[in-house]
């Protein structure tokens, strides 16, 4: 009531409340967390997650600024090559650069070095506190899937488009897919699998 009150006196002004709260987004199966009674008062505004490049870009930053400060006696790592800061890059897609930055210093402290286990380990913990998202191993083949050759097939057939090259190329990887089936067909072993 007290926004709305808010809002209502500041029409004249043209003025605004900016409200930073990441879990406005989404809420308890509702499109937004936002309450009804404002949903029609305010814009939610969604940013992008930091892609690949950005990623790599801050590790770059971070490693350069590592080694001007670094002293000879300095025992952290400050040399990796291009394939090792795209792994460490996947092991950050996800998350928001306050969650990276805090992920890549607990490495530094822990192992003087950016490790991948250690990143993704930290990513894992933050998908644990989601009540949305669920962090899967990847441990199952096409082959442990009986039945949905065609399902299979069409997944197969976009494998390549995640790889480096194809990123190079302007591929753009298939985003998403929906399965839907009675219980016990394999949805969910597939969705693993993939």
Known sequence: RAIRDSLERMESTQRSIIVTAPELGFSGGRRSGLP????????????????????????????????????????LKSDYAKEELGILASACQGMTQAEISTAMASSLVRHK??????????????LRKS????????????????????????????????????????VKPLSGA??????????SLLAKTI
């Open 113 to 126: 070095e950016y490790k991948y286990e250690h990143l993704l380990g930290l990513k894992k913990q933050i």
């Open 36 to 75: 009804l009674t404002l949903e029609k008062d305010m814009v939610v505004i969604y940013y992008d997650l930091l892609n690949r490049q950005q990623i790599i870009n801050i590790f770059e930053t971070q490693i350069e600024s590592t080694k001007q400060k670094k002293g000879k006696k300095s025992q």
């Open 178 to 187: 929906l399965l839907t089936g009675v219980p016990g067909t394999g949805k």
């Open 131 to 170: 009540e949305i998202l669920e962090y899967v191993e990847a441990g199952y083949t096409m082959n442990d899937i009986g039945g949905l050759d065609e399902a299979k097939q069409y997944f197969l057939k976009y494998k390549d488009s995640f790889s480096e090259a194809a990123r190079e190329y302007g």
